[in-house]
Nanobody, 123 residues
Framework: QVRLVESGGGLVQAGGSLVLSCAASGLTFSRYAMAWIRQAPGKEREFVSIISWTSTVTDYSNSVKGRFSISRDNAKNTVYLQMNSLKPEDTAVYYC????????????????WGQGTQVTVSS
């Protein structure tokens, strides 16, 4: 059974930082591209960032580029999202997702999804 469990969300003031983690189990983690997707209230899911199997390729949405950084530790089956200079518009539920296809995952088509972690940025 595949499980993706996000953690690290919370309430932070604008300009602050958070680190999200996503621990994976039940899959060969090093074979999967991993991504972070977010959904704000009343809005559709939005791609945030993605990382390839071996961390050689990463991508970010324009809205977070330069502020967020994705990384992974294949020995720990965990992917991270370092979020700096947070803005109120970053408020959302953040999901991690996994898929063997980088391209499909980039289009928010991940095979496996976590339950999400809430990030709230106050102004």
């Amino acid at each position: 059974q595949v499980r993706l469990v996000e953690s690290g969300g919370g309430l932070v003031q604008a300009g602050g930082s958070l680190v999200l983690s996503c621990a994976a189990s039940g899959l060969t983690f090093s074979r999967y591209a991993m991504a972070w997707i977010r959904q704000a209230p009343g809005k559709e899911r939005e791609f945030v960032s993605i990382i390839s199997w071996t961390s050689t390729v990463t991508d970010y949405s324009n809205s977070v580029k330069g502020r967020f950084s994705i990384s992974r530790d294949n020995a720990k089956n965990t992917v991270y999202l370092q979020m700096n200079s947070l803005k109120p518009e970053d408020t959302a539920v953040y999901y991690c997702a996994a898929d063997v296809s980088f391209q499909q995952l980039r289009q928010i088509g991940g095979r496996y999804w976590g339950q999400g972690t809430q990030v709230t940025v106050s102004s």
